[in-house]
DNA sequence: TGCATATATGCAAGTATTTGCAGACATTTA
DNA sequence: TAAATGTCTGCAAATACTTGCATATATGCA
């Protein structure tokens, strides 16, 4: 098989993990430092068994890790880039703004920023009518 | 709706757009330019029914925009920087090779970066899923 | 006009994901 | 040790995606 072929598919398999509203805002929540299930179920508002379905899936694939302490367990992301990363990809969402205006994703980008990390996001662009 | 929550919907979206092997090769083969349907089937080597429909989500999307000429459909990204963003995505999956060593995403990257086209270059593999 | 080519669309069957809930474990505390 | 707390896992129902195939539409040409 092409190596562009393998490539697509584990990129594809990268994109699939990421594609949940839920899972992104956990990226986004651990790209501060490590929390625990409990705090994050509280800062998503869902229950902490779904969080910790979604944790599940991303330790399978080593988006993030465990550490155990008493009985919490706390996570953190094996490659923090990867939230910023994420965020890049608000570019792209952008153009075809659907539920968001450019305010909104200002201030989920601000908001995100906000707390400190890394990384540039390029501006704008357009699409077609 | 907290504008964080909206934005993580808007790029779940997004990468569940992104997230089929072949939606991912299609969008690096638009990447050097626009392409008409049959061309683009016979690269990825899939009936040009199923690549008509994968163009079909994405133009709904606005990942790419239709151009016609004759009885041939050109297809072209709207946001050509999307394929740059989705090759970056390689980094991350570099940790967690599953099938796919350093050396393969050093030359798809390498391949997509360059000029690539067509086929042609195999590494060897074994199933793993 | 009739026929071939290029794309698009619809649908059904198969497969995968998401979600809610119930229970299972492990750890701490009374 | 029992009870409480924090987290994990399993399962079934609902939902969404993917795929293959048949058919529809549109264009070009003899």
């Not at 939230?83 to 890049?88: F, G, L, V, Y």
């Not at 980008?109 to 996001?121: E, V």
Request: proline share 5%; glycine share 6%.
């Amino acid at each position: 098989m092409p190596s562009r072929t393998i490539a697509a598919k584990e990129l594809a398999e990268l994109f699939k993990i990421v594609s949940h509203p839920d899972r992104i805002r956990l990226i986004e929540e651990l790209r501060t430092g490590e929390k625990d299930v409990k705090s994050l179920a509280e800062m998503l508002e869902l229950p902490s068994a779904r969080v910790s379905q979604h944790l599940s899936l991303m330790r399978a694939h080593r988006f993030v890790a465990e550490e155990r302490s008493g009985r919490r367990h706390f996570y953190h992301l094996t490659q923090p880039e990867l939230a910023d990363w994420i965020i890049e990809g608000l570019s792209f969402v952008e153009g075809r703004l659907k539920g968001l205006s450019p305010r909104d994703i200002n201030e989920a980008r601000a908001l995100w920023r906000a707390n400190g990390s890394s990384t540039s996001i390029s501006t704008p662009q357009e699409g077609s009518p």
